[in-house]
């Protein structure tokens, strides 16, 4: 079975400060990953997503993910925070074919002037 | 605009008595879904429907029940024998082909006293 564990549930900076919000997973085959975002009272947005190809994905909002199959992480970064990023952050897999995501737990990103 | 719908954002409901959230799209995508969304637990996936009058069970479907009668919509029922229905509850949808980007709505925050 997958699972993805999300290392920390609150990550505080201070803006402009550089970011990493962490996720690790467990599988055995090929997965897919994901970065999905949440702001205050909202659904989940997609924020960016690996499937194939180059590990290092990107989003427009200039947050990117690097896949690490040795280490079996997809961790989230962002070189200069605004106060506008402040929003929980869900990394997810999807094992190729399964006909559903898995969820981490969570990070709530909190940015402080 | 193509979007999901959820309705409505806030429901309150007294214990033993059942209570149907509403999910719309007009995305014409085939699949949908069903999490609930606890503090610090992520999202957990309810049910899920990848075409119409077909549903699976997801982790945690005990308490609830799903029917999926037209493409467009996904009502959720939270019945009495649900033991601890008060969370926030999000739908989502995805297309056949792409089942893990999924588009989600803006969730119900269900209470239940």
């Known amino acids: 079975a997958q699972s993805v564990t999300q290392l920390d549930s609150q990550v505080p900076v201070f803006e402009e400060a550089p970011v990493e919000l962490r996720c690790n997973y467990s599988?055995?085959?090929?997965?897919?990953l994901f970065w999905y975002v949440q702001y205050p009272n909202q659904g989940l947005q997609l924020l960016l997503k690996?499937?194939?190809?180059?590990?290092l994905v990107e989003s427009i909002n200039g947050f990117e993910a690097e896949f690490n199959k040795s280490q079996t992480s997809f961790h989230l970064r962002k070189p200069s925070v605004h106060i506008s990023d402040t929003a929980e952050y869900f990394c997810a897999v999807s094992r190729g074919g399964a006909q559903k995501l898995v969820f981490g737990q969570g990070t709530r990103l909190t940015i402080n002037p | 605009d193509g979007g999901i719908t959820q309705s409505p954002k806030y429901l309150f409901r007294k214990e033993g008595q059942n209570v149907t959230l509403s999910c719309e799209q007009n995305?014409?995508?085939?699949?949908m879904y069903w999490y609930r969304q606890d503090p610090g637990q992520g999202l957990r996936l309810i049910y899920y429907s990848q075409i119409v009058n077909d549903f699976q069970k997801g982790d945690i479907a005990e308490g609830y029940s799903v029917s999926r009668e037209k493409k467009e919509s996904f009502p959720l029922t939270v019945t009495s024998a649900q033991k601890n229905p008060t969370a926030f509850y999000l739908c989502a949808s995805s297309s056949q082909g792409q089942i893990y980007e999924q588009y989600f709505g803006p969730g119900t925050r269900l209470t239940v006293t």
């Open positions: 690996y499937l194939s190809g180059s590990t």
């Open positions: 599988s055995s085959v090929s997965v897919y």
């Open positions: 995305l014409n995508h085939d699949a």
